[in-house]
Nanobody
Framework: QVQLVESGGGLVQAGGSLRLSCAASGTTFRASAMGWYRQAQGKQREWVAC???????ITAQSVRGRFTISRDNAKNIVYLQMNSLKPEDTAEYHC?????????????????WGQGTPVTVSE
């Protein structure tokens, strides 16, 4: 059974930084594309960043240049480094894992989801 456990969310002032972590188990982590999605209250869920099994990445235009996704295959962890945070980044952030090793231009082909970690950015 695949388990994804996120951590690192919290309250931060605008302009600050946070690093989210996602520990994965029960999956062939090295062969899986991983990703981060977010959902703000009252809004549709959107993808934020994806990383394929080879370490190639893609980020959504709304966070490009501010957020970076990375992975540590030795530890089965995927990270989301978030810099220059804005109030509009406030959302629940979810880690995803795919059965595929690749992503698409429109998202990370998520097959498994974590419970999420909240991020709140104050003015």
């Amino acid at each position: 059974q695949v388990q994804l456990v996120e951590s690192g969310g919290g309250l931060v002032q605008a302009g600050g930084s946070l690093r989210l972590s996602c520990a994965a188990s029960g999956t062939t982590f090295r062969a899986s594309a991983m990703g981060w999605y977010r959902q703000a209250q009252g809004k549709q869920r959107e993808w934020v960043a994806c990383i394929d099994s080879g370490g190639n990445t893609i980020t959504a235009q709304s966070v490009r240049g501010r957020f970076t996704i990375s992975r540590d295959n030795a530890k089965n962890i995927v990270y989301l480094q978030m810099n220059s945070l804005k109030p509009e980044d406030t959302a629940e952030y979810h880690c995803t894992a795919s059965r595929r090793p690749y992503y698409s231009a429109g998202g990370c082909y998520p097959d498994y989801w974590g419970q999420g970690t909240p991020v709140t950015v104050s003015e």
